[in-house]
């Protein structure tokens, strides 16, 4: 099945700075790949996904890209602000036979600094 | 996110017993997930349903028995409980296998 893994697992920075979180999956022909930020206590939410036919996507201050060849794909997170603090995890979709499952990476906890 | 329900938010049990935990969704989506969360591990799939009377195993199933009878309901039974089964429980329905899943508020179970 698809492996994912998310790097790195803490990240302090400064308010107005920017925050990246890599990951990295397993199997190429995963085709679909969600983020989602998780809040103290609360549910994972979907903020943002990218599908493979498309290299990047924004939505205001957060982007992702995606890199079919390396099988990596990040967040980007610009002008962070305090409500950004939370865990991020990504996922990608494997799709093989019988096989349409996300696979979670470990998260990455985000601590935005005033 | 009132199209997804998860009963009881919380639940304290002893090792041996049997425990259902309940989800019910509004939304009609094909697919329902159950995940598992602890600390260092992320989301781990338990189980999912493509559609009524079909489930599947996930990355962690053992322990965990689900049925889907009705479109709407997907509950998680493990069926004598254990302390390694403590953690936060997280249901999740999707449309379909490649589009967004959308998650409960979650179920906190403690077993004593």
């Known amino acids: 099945g698809e492996n994912v893994e998310q790097h790195p697992s803490t990240l302090s920075v400064q308010e107005g700075d920017s925050a990246v979180i890599k990951c990295t999956y397993s199997?190429?022909?995963?085709?679909?790949f969600p983020w989602y930020k998780q809040e103290l206590g609360k549910r994972p939410q979907l903020i943002i996904d990218i599908r493979s036919n498309v290299g990047e996507k924004k939505d205001q201050r957060i982007a992702v890209t995606l890199n079919k060849t390396a099988k990596h794909f990040s967040l980007h997170i610009t002008e962070t602000q305090p409500e950004d603090s939370a865990v991020y995890f990504c996922a990608a979709l494997g799709v093989s036979p019988n096989d349409y499952k996300l696979s979670f990476g470990a998260g990455t906890t985000v601590t935005v600094r005033a | 996110d009132a199209g997804i329900t998860q009963s009881p938010r919380y639940k304290i049990t002893e090792t041996g017993r049997q425990v259902t935990l309940m989800c019910h969704q509004t939304?009609?989506?094909?697919?329902m997930f159950w995940y598992r969360q602890d600390l260092g591990h992320g989301l781990r799939l338990i189980y999912y349903s493509a559609a009524a009377d079909i489930t599947d195993k996930g990355e962690v199933p053992d322990g965990y028995v689900v049925s889907r009878s009705k479109t709407e309901n997907f509950p998680l039974t493990l069926e004598s409980a254990t302390r390694s089964q403590t953690s936060v429980y997280f249901c999740?329905?999707?449309?379909?296998?490649?589009?967004?899943?959308?998650f409960g508020d979650g179920t906190r179970l403690s077993i004593l």
């Open positions: 999740a329905t999707s449309p379909n296998s490649n589009q967004p899943q959308h």
């Open positions: 199997d190429s022909a995963s085709n679909y």
């Open positions: 939304w009609s989506h094909s697919y």
